[in-house]
């Protein structure tokens, strides 16, 4: 649910933990959403699929990982390494 209500733009349950929409999290760590996985959450939301058959056909998903950093205070955390061209 905390990835179909960040991808909802119609969704504005701002105070809802199952969402970051407001940056509430500094740092959120999940699965990229892939062709597969957009494709799940687009049968889902229009009513194609329920709750079970979504979560029963995700665990067929093998999403790569992914940070996100919302804020700054998250950001002010990250140091570059091992890479020289960006200077």
């Not at 179909?4 to 940056?23: G, M, T, Y």
């Not at 058959?53 to 950093?69: C, G, W």
């Amino acid at each position: 649910m905390f990835i179909i209500n960040n991808r909802d733009r119609d969704f504005d349950v701002h105070s809802s933990p199952l969402s970051n929409r407001d940056n509430r999290y500094d740092i959120v760590y999940g699965p990229v959403a892939n062709d597969t996985l957009t494709t799940l959450i687009q049968r889902y939301h229009h009513g194609f699929i329920d709750d079970d058959a979504l979560l029963r056909e995700m665990k067929y998903v093998n999403p790569t990982e992914q940070y996100s950093f919302h804020t700054q205070a998250a950001i002010s955390f990250l140091e570059q390494v091992g890479v020289t061209w960006l200077k």
